[in-house]
């Protein structure tokens, strides 16, 4: 179970062990799956972008293969939100389930409104539970894949390239890769701990 555990947070792990599809895959799974919250979308998609100056992924198809997955998922969440969504609310707290992570989405839907599918994924959590509750406020489904389109393109594109660029420019990135994974998780995880802070208090 702890190896699975380290693979499942290990942005290296995962791409070592899965590459190209395995990202792919992930990715639809963090941004389209109720138990996809756990995967480290925001550093997988940097580690990825790194490792693509290395030659071990190609650029254009790991651009293409996360936007198309993140767009996907998505969608998938959306989907699940308007069929089934108003039953998460009377469904029992469990490991895997938590219906303050519905809440909290829920929240920041109200407070930026149909905004929310783009500044969303940018936010751990809120961002795989994002299009569900879009779903079940049963959001226009146009605006929704206006905002789903963009906010997965911006997502996928900034931090992939953002990697890129980091490893084309610095020698020996991987020195530098454990500390950076580790502020991107934090500057991703501000925002909720923020607006938790200012509930409590």
Known sequence: MSDW???LTNPQALIAAFGLLGITVIIFLETGFLLGFFFP???LLFTAGLLSTQGLLPLGWLVIGVFV???LGDSFGYAFG???GPALFVREDSFWFDRRNIARAEHFY?????KTIILARFIPIVRTFAPIVAGIGRMRYRTFVTFNVLGGLL???LLVMLGYGFGAIIPDPDRYLLPIIAL???ISVWPAIRAL????S
């Open 69 to 71: 997955a993140a767009v």
């Open 184 to 186: 991107i998780v934090v």
């Open 110 to 114: 109200e407070t930026y409104g149909a």
């Open 5 to 7: 555990l380290h693979l």
């Open 155 to 157: 997502w996928t594109v």
């Open 197 to 200: 802070w200012k509930r409590r």
């Open 82 to 84: 308007r069929r089934v």
């Open 41 to 43: 979308g925001d550093s």
